[in-house]
């Protein structure tokens, strides 16, 4: 139902002003013609400073995408979706639907790194711009076994995939994976047993929830699942925390800590070198975070393959890494 409001006009006569919404009302291509466009620079004037931007568009922008397993299986998956491009100086800005609908054409495929770049390609066009950079991110579950007992549960790792198109033509893969596991610290481990062997008294070696965060670009023509990413990881610090576990599923991990003690620096080196043997990864970085339970803070360290203009180690952002 409609309702009148009165407004007074500038010259002071009180216009019949009528508000609701017409449901019946359609859009023509003639009255679309007429509607303003607030990114076109001719209708609305740059505000602030007239240069370029290096990235704007869409953050958080979530859908379910499929995944292929290593297995061959197909997941579907809630994804969030991070869309950005490139606006030059002499542009006011972008539409940023149309990198909606962009990722709205593709829906229907399985993501992979071609997937990612159609629609990065898309984005080129539709929003004329030189430079596009998509990120998806997901959770990712596989199904994990106890050490003794068998029982299965699953695991849910943090994983995002990156395509970057730059104006140079050239194309760029990444990976971005979470592990997590347990650090047992070797000085706390030999302390304890110099105070068993010295005096007698009974100690507990700390140890604590700690995660990798590893960002890798793959070699052009090189397919590496993210079933390998996480067999790297493992392979390397051994010691994943557990989802299904009894008695003697909790005391083989305690003999496993105690088997593969480490300090956050020996778990990147140990990453390092798993990492750096694989062929199909161009350049890495590791960033790893050990969530101390003597200290009060937490024991942080990066590295990364040292690819000439690849990675570097700045990383900063280990209030992210939290288990």
Known sequence: MKQMYLHRSDCGQPPLVQRGYDRKFKSSPAYRATLPDMM??????IQGANVPIQQVGIHNFKLPLKYRTKAGKTLTLETSVTGTVSLEAELKGINMSRIMRTFYEH?????TGEWMGKILKGYLRKVETKDARLKIAFSYPMVRTSLRTGLEGYQFYTVAFEGVMTRDGRYRRFIHFDFVYSSACPCSAELTEHARAKRG????PHSQRSKARITLEEVDGKKIWIEDVHALCLKALQTETQVMVKREDEQAFAELNGAYLKFV???ARLLYREFDRDKRIADFRIACSHLESLHSHDAVSVICKGVKGGFSADFMDFGMLVC
Request: zero cysteines; aromatic letters at 6%.
């Open 40 to 45: 076109d620079v001719a209708h609305e004037a």
């Open 107 to 111: 829906k229907n495929g399985v993501t």
């Open 201 to 204: 008294a009974y100690g507990v």
């Open 265 to 267: 620096e020996d778990a």
